[in-house]
């Protein structure tokens, strides 16, 4: 779902595995109210909450959170639509997930091999 173009323009997933939601919005380019909207209208969308109800989201919420932010914003999709596809590509979903993941590792070990050059 995310093409590398745009994937740029975002900053790459620190190795955490938990993130607040003011650190998803940088990460993600949207602010935190439009996270807590999307909560309600993507079912994908499930951050553990603790005490306080803060919210704590994973790796794989911040990469759907892309996915939709992409859809939304670079593809035009209407929230519906966004839903939609989100939920009829569960297959096609996993290969993106992988994809994105696997693309963030090779920019993560770069930047290791950059550091171990030096």
């Not at 900053?11 to 909560?39: A, M, N, Q």
């Not at 959170?65 to 035009?76: A, N, P």
Request: charged content about 30%; glycine content about 8%.
């Amino acid at each position: 779902m995310l093409e590398a173009a745009n994937n740029n323009e975002l900053p790459p997933i620190p190795g955490k595995r938990y993130f607040t939601i003011g650190e998803v919005s940088d990460l993600c380019g949207v602010k935190p109210h439009v996270l807590r909207y999307w909560e309600q209208e993507f079912p994908q969308l499930k951050p553990v909450k603790r005490r306080g109800n803060r919210r704590y989201y994973q790796r794989h919420d911040v990469i759907m959170i892309r996915q939709i932010r992409s859809l939304l914003y670079e593809h035009g999709f209407t929230i519906g639509g966004a839903r939609q596809k989100l939920a009829g590509g569960e297959a096609k979903e996993d290969v993106s997930h992988s994809k994105q993941i696997i693309k963030q590792m090779i920019s993560e070990l770069e930047d290791v091999l950059e550091i171990l050059k030096r």
